[in-house]
Structure formats: C-alpha cells, structure tokens
C-alpha cells in the first residue's frame, strides 16, 4: 500500500465538526496541483463531477466492499472501468468545485473519504482514512496523539510538531535542541 498524501491534513479532519456539517465524512489532505497515485491496487468505479466536490474520483480496492473517493481534482488520467495497480499516477489534484456555505472556491487540497460499501452522505456508512493507511508499506507511518492520528508534518508550530513526535514516541524525530529533525521527518513522513 502507497500513501498518497504526505504532507498530511491541511482542512477539515475525519469526523470533526465543520461549517457545513455536524461530521466531516473524511480528510482533506494537503496537496497543490500534484499527481497521486492509486494508494493499493483498486477498479475506478466512478468519475463524476460535482458542484461542491469538483471533479471526483471513486476507487474500490480489489477483494474488498469499501469505496474510496477524491473531490476537488484537477485531472484524472484513467477511465471507470479500469483497473488500476498500486502506484499508477491516477489523478492530479486541484482545487475544483465550490463551498456548499459560500460558493467560494476551495484552497487547492484533496478530500477523500472512505466509505463501507455504498456512498450514502451518512456519516455512519463512513470508515476512517487514517485506519486504513495504518497499514501502508513501512516508509510511510502515521504517528499518534492520543487516540488522534497525525500524519507528516501537520501541526501549527515547529514547537508543537516537537513535541507530537515526543509523545507519539518518535524520539529519533526530535534534535537534541527539542526541534522536529526535519531531515529524518522527511525520510520517515509517518510513524507509528
Ligand atoms: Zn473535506
């Protein structure tokens, strides 16, 4: 398994409160105009575009029921029918579609939830993103804080980004002065 989205969460996260509903159904990863890959192998089972969502893809794993869905992209380079291996470049990301609040357009980043097996809105037919690439291949780790899960570099001070990866137990993450090592952040992304 490849995770798409190294430099984590930018938006609204899995489950949390945002402006337009009481529970974000998934994660809107940080990503500028790039291209991503298919994060396991996986059949496009869906392109559409949509007002809020903008150009959206739908992936389902082989052997499994779950769908996985990326809004506000840009490009899509493969066709719903098709089944794609791990690590095609699929998609570049983008910023299309409009705020269902104010029909403003988006900063450029990917949302992308998961879902059961049917795309229902309900945010009880959802499954947590973070879940899934817990058990991506070995260079790429998610750390934890508490019983949230953090991905990359995602946090609001270079102080803060410190001390997650003290807690989460990323000690070798962290220089002797109590700053993140980003040299061996950048080698690892995640840790577990
Ligand atoms: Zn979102």
């Keep these: 398994m490849i995770f798409p989205f190294k430099k984590g969460v930018i938006g609204y996260d899995y489950g949390?409160?945002?402006?337009?509903?009481?529970?974000?159904?998934?994660?809107?990863?940080?990503?500028?105009f790039e291209d991503l890959p298919a994060p396991v192998r996986c059949k496009v089972i869906n392109v559409v575009t949509g007002q809020e969502g903008g150009l959206t893809i739908w992936l389902q794993p082989i052997g499994e029921t779950r769908?996985?869905?990326?809004?506000?992209?840009?490009?899509?380079?493969?066709k719903a029918g098709e089944i794609v291996n791990e690590g095609r470049i699929i998609v570049?990301?983008?910023n299309s579609g409009h705020?269902?609040?104010?029909g403003a357009p988006y900063?450029?980043?990917t949302h992308e939830?998961?879902?059961?097996?049917?795309?229902?809105?309900?945010?009880?037919?959802?499954?947590?993103?973070?879940d899934y690439y817990k058990h991506m291949n070995p260079n790429v780790k998610i750390f934890r804080n508490g019983s949230t899960y953090i991905v990359g570099t995602?946090?609001?001070?270079?102080?803060?980004?410190?001390?997650?990866l003290f807690q989460s137990g990323c000690q070798?993450?962290?220089?002797?002065?109590?700053?993140?090592?980003?040299a061996a952040v950048n080698k690892v992304t995640h840790a577990l």
């Design 16 to 32: 949390q409160k945002t402006d337009y509903n009481a529970r974000h159904l998934g994660v809107d990863w940080n990503t500028n």
């Design 67 to 78: 769908i996985i869905r990326w809004l506000h992209l840009n490009k899509v380079y493969v």
């Design 92 to 94: 570049q990301s983008g």
């Design 99 to 102: 705020r269902p609040e104010t």
């Design 107 to 109: 900063q450029p980043h």
């Design 113 to 130: 939830d998961h879902w059961k097996s049917k795309v229902t809105l309900n945010f009880g037919d959802t499954l947590n993103p973070h």
């Design 154 to 164: 995602e946090a609001i001070s270079e102080e803060g980004l410190a001390q997650l």
């Design 172 to 182: 070798d993450l962290v220089t002797k002065e109590g700053k993140p090592d980003f």
